[in-house]
């Protein structure tokens, strides 16, 4: 049980601006050793690009990576440095696919590297109430299970019986102006009989039968309005809303345990709770996710779960960065929310990643964060990730001995270690410049020494901080402390008494009594 220090490696794509450092990432093996040389345990290799598992001599760098006796993590593919490949949380049918190969192959490649774990931001999709009006999407839209939305429907009756006679899922499916009013149809059906009818007088009894018509023909076309839109091939407006909020009422109708535990029991989705875009929309999220650890076809998508257990690598799961504007609104952020995501994947190599700088620039605070989890949830935490905590993302600014950013990050490990975090790998993400590390990795040894000793924060010794023993003010204190320990006792001592050690005497004997004092201490 301990926790292993470790250092990022840095991505290429952002390096290549400093020639000086660029050409060190250019291979795997390079990337892994410069971690190695900061004198760390482990390193965490920012991958570019997949691309990078079919480099020249790739087997041949493994094989030196194993020789020396490195240890090395993988973080995935990413929306915030290149593109965003790997979409778990989309309803969009292609980007379901394409993500889920994606995924795939990350976890082979890893494999044949020897990674120790993949990590990967759980959700980086454009918000969802911000798809509206920002954002064209496929009207081709799936399920949690990457099934036509259609054959959803289908397969549940009953969310179709409900959505057709929601005004606000009319609106969601087919614009403003396809949604009307069964009066609206009735009227409609009495003008229309009473043009074809001139001069004849509308009986009760034919009034009825028309009625009955309009019913028929005014429910017919509301669930054509739904149907359609999930299959038209065509371009809207934040089509996502739709198989979301029908996820959510299939949710919570079916008490989907992940609905029951972020939401709540008893719950009921309709168009206030659509409206408020707060919790539905993260167990949406979670689910998809679940959808792509628990497949329902494997055939047409394999279990990551399985290939993760064959391959002993960890999954780990870690906030996205928030970007300016998004905050408040992202669909899946909050530690407690991953946390609860992956439990409900139900896999032992499946983890939680916690990185403090993210959390921050999404608008959440780190500590509530982890005091807001359960007792004992700190086994699922696999990954930590630190720098100054701050949310200017991505900021990755060294993480200096003595600073107020150290005791931050040592306060909120401390709590996650009172649930149960006992061992772990804490990275610090590098940032740029000649030295992109500095004082981190020391402050982290401070960090860990002292965690291991189960000190509270609010009682961290000076040493901590970089002001022990070896600190020329406290270290003077201490010897002053230790020569006047028997002032006190003065007079009271029947040997004779000496007020001046060797050196002090010689001075005072020599008429420079006043100047030792001065720099008796120095």
Not at 60 to 79: A, C, M, P, Y
Not at 229 to 238: D, F
Not at 485 to 496: C, K, M, N, V
């Amino acid at each position: 049980m301990a926790y292993t220090i470790g250092v990022s490696s840095g991505l290429f794509s952002i390096a290549r601006s400093q020639p000086n450092q660029a050409e060190g990432m250019l291979t795997v093996l390079r990337k892994v050793f410069w971690g190695a040389q900061r004198g760390v345990q482990f390193t965490q290799m920012d991958l570019d690009t997949i691309a990078e598992f079919d480099e020249p001599y790739i087997m041949d760098s493994v094989k030196k990576i194993k020789e020396l006796g490195l240890r090395f993590g993988l973080h995935s593919e990413t929306q915030a440095t290149g593109a965003h490949t790997m979409a778990l949380d989309s309803a969009l049918g292609d980007e379901y696919q394409r993500g889920h190969e994606r995924m795939i192959d990350h976890i082979k490649g890893a494999g044949k590297i020897s990674a120790e774990y993949v990590l990967t931001h759980i959700s980086e999709s454009t918000p969802l109430k911000l798809i509206g009006t920002k954002e064209l999407q496929s009207t081709q839209i799936v399920d949690f299970w990457g099934n036509d939305i259609g054959v959803f429907l289908k397969e549940n009756p009953e969310i179709m019986d409900w959505a057709w006679k929601q005004e606000f899922m009319q609106k969601i499916a087919f614009g403003r102006g396809g949604y009307s009013e069964l009066s609206e149809y009735n009227e409609g059906y009495k003008r229309r009989w009473q043009s074809q009818h001139p001069g004849e007088k509308l009986t009760e009894e034919k009034e009825k039968d028309l009625e009955i018509d309009a019913r028929k023909d005014w429910e017919e076309n509301n669930r054509l309005n739904i149907s359609e839109s999930t299959r038209r091939p065509s371009l809207s407006y934040g089509t996502e809303r739709l198989a979301y909020a029908l996820v959510a009422k299939w949710m919570e109708m079916h008490r989907d345990p992940i609905w029951i535990d972020i939401v709540g029991e008893g719950e009921v989705f309709d168009e206030k709770t659509y409206h408020k875009w707060g919790e539905w929309v993260t167990a949406v999220t979670a689910k998809y996710i679940w959808g792509h650890f628990n497949p329902k076809d494997t055939k047409k998508f394999k279990d990551p779960k399985k290939l993760l257990a064959e391959k002993g690598i960890y999954w780990v799961f870690e906030s996205e960065m928030g970007k300016v504007g998004w905050e408040k609104h992202m669909r899946l952020v909050s530690i407690p929310h991953i946390y609860k995501t992956v439990k409900a994947i139900g896999s032992p190599w499946v983890k939680v990643a916690i990185d403090f700088e993210h959390l921050l620039s999404a608008g959440e605070n780190p500590i509530k964060n982890i005091e807001n989890l359960p007792h004992d949830s700190g086994k699922d935490v696999y990954v930590i990730h630190v720098g100054w905590p701050t949310p200017h993302a991505p900021g990755h600014v060294p993480l200096y001995v003595g600073s107020e950013a150290q005791q931050y990050v040592y306060e909120g490990l401390y709590k996650l270690r009172q649930k149960g975090w006992k061992d772990g790998i804490i990275i610090f993400e590098r940032g740029g410049g000649e030295d992109p590390v500095k004082t981190s990795v020391a402050s982290l040894r401070q960090i860990v020494k002292y965690l291991n000793m189960d000190i509270e924060p609010e009682k961290l010794p000076e040493d901590f901080f970089g002001w022990g023993m070896e600190g020329g003010n406290v270290r003077r204190q201490f010897v002053n402390l230790r020569m006047h320990a028997y002032d006190p006792l003065g007079g009271l001592i029947t040997q004779p008494e000496e007020e001046h050690g060797f050196i002090g005497k010689t001075a005072i004997d020599k008429g420079k009594g006043e100047q030792w004092k001065k720099e008796k201490y120095k």
